[in-house]
């Protein structure tokens, strides 16, 4: 049955799904919602049976229903593949009676990947589809880790063009290696003289240049963004949470119908409103368990119901979640308001004016599968070294975020049920942060010295990411001011004056 999308702030227009993945962002500034979550048709003792592609095809067919199955499947095919360093693309492993879905097996070695490995392919399908004659430049300010994989999703994607800015100073060591070597003649990688928020800001009025607009349409080309409130990243995401529930009951680890719990390391929103969205398809998922860094806006408000950013930005081992604004929240304030957008709205608009908003009582009692909790810097330190302690498994940091408060809420509920933990980043992403954490005095060695390392000690292999770009050749050497991005942007894409 077909679905359609409206806006979380204004629930009169509705959209078809492809129409809502190359818009990104709604007109009135809402994000876009599916008008019903679909329920799984295929009953879990098949799922079992199937690969990831298989299982993706069967969750995401039921949202995005006006791509035929052939062009799904293309989408499916060309992103979950050999990119990934594994068959089984998110393998399910076992440690300390908890079982980690290890979502860091593609390109870049985090989560991300998961879903930038098929936008991509969604986006220009959803092009054709809608007519859109136009090339797709695809525009994103980075802070390190999306950038990258968005390159590297978009990289060699026929009909499509990305441009990433990054601060130049202001990315680690091995994010800007990743960057700066980049293969594909589609990718434009640019380090600017600033901080992130600079990029952002510079990124935000090239989207609103009438004058480049104009001149892009001109040329064939139109803008369109990779960012994380695009529904074309939130399905792809609901795939691992009915995969890793069909994995575990065919590995005899639960019943059918048995309860799970899931707990995501959070920071945007979108992960763990993904394993929401797969609940309410039918898979059966007890408590969702928010886990936060010591920026844990998102703990406090599942305590008292009111969202407040007004508080000091620390910055964290887990920079991913270092974020004071999940801006994919607005997706479940919206379902918790009982559909309503005009309340959605409210609430926005003041945390827009004043920062904070408060949800009434009623919208609180429908939070109650929700579990928030927060790890700080040396109980996450602590974790990854207790952790390798006891079973040798490494984890990075964010996922050790996540292990942190997982123990928390078994002391908290002494709750049994058996859980499954979102394991978003390797280790090899963080290594020196890692490294230091299971045991000090790294500080001499390089960062490919510390990878052998932890390869050793961990008894895995280097990923395949960090390996190429030991010695990949520098690509990609554009540094400019901040007042100088439309002059670059016009001359990658040969434009303007
Ligand atoms: C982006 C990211 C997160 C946070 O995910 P959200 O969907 O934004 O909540 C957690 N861990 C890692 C490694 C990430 O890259």
């Not at 702030?9 to 492809?18: E, F, I, L, P, Q």
Request: glycine share 8%.
């Amino acid at each position: 049955m077909e679905i359609l999308y409206s806006s979380t702030r204004d629930s009169g227009s509705r959209v078809t799904a492809s129409q809502a993945i190359l818009k990104g962002l709604a007109d009135d500034g809402g994000l876009y919602v599916p008008e019903r979550i679909p329920a799984l048709e295929a009953p879990m003792t098949a799922l079992a049976d199937m690969s990831y592609r298989e299982v993706a095809y069967e969750v995401m067919r039921l949202f995005l229903t006006d791509f035929t199955a052939d062009e799904l499947r293309e989408c499916i095919r060309r992103a979950y593949d050999a990119k990934f360093d594994t068959e089984e693309i998110v393998p399910v492993k076992e440690a300390e009676g908890a079982y980690y879905l290890e979502l860091f097996h593609g390109s870049t070695i985090a989560f991300k990947d998961m879903a930038l490995s098929i936008l991509p392919h969604l986006m220009i399908t959803a092009a054709r589809k809608n007519h859109v004659e136009n090339e797709i430049v695809i525009l994103t300010a980075t802070s390190g880790d999306t950038g990258k994989a968005a390159l590297a999703g978009f990289a060699g994607v026929a009909g499509t063009k990305i441009i990433v800015f990054y601060p130049k100073n202001g990315v680690s060591p091995i994010q800007e290696k990743q960057m700066v070597t980049q293969k594909g003649d589609n990718t434009f990688v640019v380090g600017i003289r600033g901080n992130f928020d600079d990029a952002q800001n510079g990124v935000k009025a090239l989207f609103g240049d009438r004058e480049l607009a104009a001149q892009m349409a001109q040329a064939g080309l139109q803008f369109s963004s990779a960012n994380s409130i695009n529904i074309g990243r939130l399905v792809p995401q609901v795939v691992y949470y009915v995969y890793a529930y069909a994995q575990l009951l065919k590995q005899g680890r639960i019943r059918e119908g048995e309860k799970i719990n899931v707990v995501v390391p959070t920071g945007n929103f979108g992960n763990i409103l993904a394993a929401f969205y797969a609940k309410n398809m039918g898979v059966p998922i007890g408590r969702l368990i928010c886990a936060s860094n010591e920026n844990k806006v998102l703990y406090d408000f599942f305590e008292t119901g009111r969202y407040d950013r007004n508080r000091e930005f620390k910055l964290t081992s887990s920079p991913s979640m270092d974020i004071l604004i999940s801006s994919n929240l607005e997706r479940l304030i919206y379902w918790i308001a009982g559909n309503d957008a005009a309340k959605n709205a409210e609430l926005m608009a003041s945390l827009k004016k004043s920062g904070s908003y408060e949800i009434t009582d009623r919208m609180k009692e429908q939070l109650a599968d929700f579990y928030g909790n927060y790890a700080d810097e040396s109980e996450t330190a602590a974790r990854i070294r207790e952790m390798y302690e006891n079973t040798g498994y490494v984890l990075d940091t964010h996922t050790a975020v996540a292990s942190a408060v997982y123990k928390k809420y078994v002391k908290d509920t002494q709750d049994k049920t058996v859980t499954v933990i979102a394991s978003t980043a390797s280790p090899f992403k963080f290594t020196r942060y890692v490294m230091n954490a299971i045991d000090g005095g790294y500080d001499a060695m390089s960062d490919f010295e510390l990878v052998d390392e932890l390869s050793k000690i961990g008894k895995v292999a280097v990923p395949r990411a960090i390996e190429e770009i030991r010695t990949a050749p520098v690509l990609h050497d554009t540094v400019c001011d901040k007042t100088q991005m439309k002059a670059v942007v016009q001359r990658f894409l040969g434009i303007g004056a």
